[in-house]
């Protein structure tokens, strides 16, 4: 790719974020001390759950949600094939089985039609991931794991701030996951956050991301004591206060932040009206979307040329196409591990072959996104 080139996804530090880190590592806490309850708090509020358990990724947040709900071996988790490996990944580190439904192939969210069919007397959890940043149906799903003992998990780390029907992304599930990668709303460099307005699960959370024990080295020093127990088998998932303390600062401009995605979607959308072969993903009039990503399929019987190709000629101009993501069980980890083959998600494989994810984070400039546009619309010259 060119020097120049414009990322996919590009995170945003400024003097008040190197401040606050600065600050920080003067203090005397490095690791968890109060700045990790003040981020969770104050991320949990912006959400509007009633309590946060911060941990070191999102794939650790996913992680102690599926502990939280005492999956195991035996048990079956239904969760969309489109989306990153962690989403199942956090069923298997449990010794769960994660089932794969289908997605809508116009907003590539996990498919409730499917999800019914995949339910069975084993299934224990439904994991939705609010692709790209727009929420999934938590109606429908809701209403499939009434009765059943079924419990939702939201994997929502493409979706602080969106909402569904009026409500915010953080209180439609009985968990939700979050992570804090630099591509995403606000980084902490690594990091994620679980919400839940169950407090005997947070507490249970927390005890998991600090080696299954009751207390942390803070609460030890603030009660004088040196005595603990390790209740349960947990990890090491702790979130510094560091990197908290750089999470605070950045979530004084996250409001700011998604309205510059959807700003630049709506350009998006606007100049792609005017291009045949190009459809932006759905957009669902009840619910707004968080633009993490910025997803298009291409009509590639148009085109003439295929995905590949396409993909080469962006980047060749310095565009930072990618691609979210290939069906999870076509890794060869579930391939092997549970025998999944090809056929098992019609839509999912049938779209991924048609999708390019475009450079999308609040500093992308009007020149830039033309920039994209117009080499997108170039790709009808090829052949």
């Not at 005492?70 to 990153?84: C, H, Q, W, Y």
């Not at 938590?138 to 009026?166: F, N, Q, V």
């Not at 709303?185 to 407090?199: I, K, N, S």
Request: hydrophobic share 40%.
């Amino acid at each position: 790719m060119a020097r120049d080139s414009i990322p996919y996804g590009r995170q945003i530090i400024d003097d008040e974020d190197i401040a606050s880190v600065a600050e920080t590592l003067r203090s005397a806490w490095l690791t968890t001390g109060p700045k990790v309850g003040e981020f969770e708090r104050a991320f949990a509020e912006f959400c509007g759950a009633r309590e946060g358990v911060a941990v070191n990724s999102g794939t650790a947040a996913l992680h102690a949600g599926v502990r939280a709900l005492k999956i195991r071996s035996g048990d079956e988790v239904i969760v969309p094939a489109i989306t990153f490996a962690a989403s199942s990944n956090a069923v298997v580190y449990e010794g769960g089985t994660p089932i794969f439904a289908d997605v809508e192939p116009e907003t590539l969210l996990i498919d409730p039609t499917s999800v019914q069919r995949k339910i069975t007397a084993r299934t224990r959890a439904i994991i939705a991931v609010d692709y790209g940043g727009q929420p999934a149906d938590y109606d429908a799903l809701r209403a499939l794991a009434s009765g059943r003992g079924i419990r939702l998990i939201a994997d929502a780390c493409h979706a602080p701030g969106a909402t569904y029907k009026g409500g915010k992304v953080g209180t439609l599930a009985d968990l939700s996951a979050f992570s804090f990668h630099p591509v995403k709303h606000l980084t902490t460099c690594e990091g994620g956050m679980v919400l839940t307005d169950d407090p005997e699960m947070a507490a249970h959370m927390r005890r998991f991301r600090n080696h299954g024990i009751d207390s942390d080295h803070r609460s030890r020093e603030t009660s004088g004591i040196f005595s603990y127990d390790m209740v349960e088998l947990g990890f090491n998932y702790r979130l510094p206060d560091v990197q908290c303390a750089l999470g605070i600062a950045q979530l004084k401009h996250l409001s700011l932040w998604l309205d510059q995605r959807r700003a630049i979607a709506a350009r998006y959308d606007e100049k792609f009206e005017e291009i045949p072969f190009v459809r932006p993903l759905t957009k669902h009039a009840d619910r707004s979307h968080a633009y993490h990503l910025y997803v298009i399929r291409l009509d590639l019987d148009q085109l003439k040329v295929d995905r590949r190709r396409a993909f080469d000629h962006l980047r060749a101009a310095g565009i930072g196409a990618n691609v979210h993501y290939a069906p999870v069980y076509h890794h060869s980890f579930y391939r092997e591990r549970f025998g999944y083959q090809p056929g098992l998600c019609p839509q999912a494989e049938a779209v991924y072959g048609e999708i390019l994810t475009l450079p999308m984070f609040p500093t992308l400039s009007e020149a830039e996104q033309d920039h994209v546009v117009t080499t997108i619309s170039g790709l009808k010259h090829l052949r």
